[in-house]
């Protein structure tokens, strides 16, 4: 299978716990990006890396969240002290970041629940 | 601010009818649009994607037009079918680095 990949694919924590997610996008895909999707809604933009630069943060990353693509090809998103409003969809995406080519391809997603 | 939404949260057809779907946005700026349909349990997947100096496209059984003077997108299924049930989410792509911003979603519930 060469899409997208996330790991874990469900994630049960406690409030306060730290968790850790990671992406493994299409090979060779230079533009990364998180997004967070709650019940009923579509997903939002949290963060978007190019290559390993982080380019771009929603304002919707608080400082308990941080990201990182250290080398360019797989990324983690990691949430401290995890609140209950931290239950989410958290999907990762990719693109080629070619010209005319904007198609971005999600992965399955991991499904945190803070209790 | 910016924002992408959907006039219907659901909708049921009967198998083999036609599907309508509608999407109003508010960026009269955003000059980029795509559909996603998102099964239980998956990430969004691409339809189809249209650019604000078209007023239609067509896919295989798809058809997204775009009305830039009200600002409406639609996406129109032809001879809708089981598989097609999901949630439909319109997109706008924003900004330097193409994010996404999503409307709300429509589910669609197809009738056997």
């Known amino acids: 299978d060469t899409g997208v990949s996330q790991n874990p694919r469900h994630k049960i924590t406690k409030r306060g716990q730290n968790v850790t997610f990671r992406c493994d996008p299409i090979?060779?895909?230079?533009?990364l990006y998180w997004y967070r999707q709650t019940l009923g809604q579509g997903p939002e933009f949290l963060t978007y890396?190019?290559?390993?630069?982080?380019?771009?943060k929603s304002r919707l990353l608080s400082d308990r969240f941080s990201a990182e693509r250290p080398k360019g090809s797989f990324s983690t998103l990691e949430i401290q002290r995890t609140e209950q409003g931290d239950s989410a969809m958290y999907l990762c995406a990719s693109s080629s970041g070619l010209a005319g080519l904007n198609e971005q391809f999600f992965g399955p997603g991991t499904r945190l629940t803070v209790l | 601010g910016e924002s992408v939404g959907l006039h219907l949260p659901t909708l049921s057809v009967q198998e083999g009818d036609n599907s309508i779907i509608n999407c109003a946005y508010s960026n009269s700026a955003s000059d980029y649009f795509i559909w996603y349909k998102q099964e239980s349990g998956k990430g969004p997947q691409f339809i189809i994607d249209i650019r604000s100096n078209m007023d239609k496209r067509q896919g295989q059984r798809v058809t997204v037009l775009l009305n830039k003077t009200v600002k409406h997108l639609s996406l129109q299924i032809a001879a809708t079918q089981p598989g097609d049930s999901a949630v439909y989410f319109c997109a706008e792509i924003h900004g330097a680095y193409d994010k996404v911003i999503f409307g709300p979603g429509t589910s669609l519930s197809v009738i056997p």
């Open positions: 090979s060779e895909h230079n533009r």
């Open positions: 890396f190019q290559n390993e630069a982080q380019l771009e």
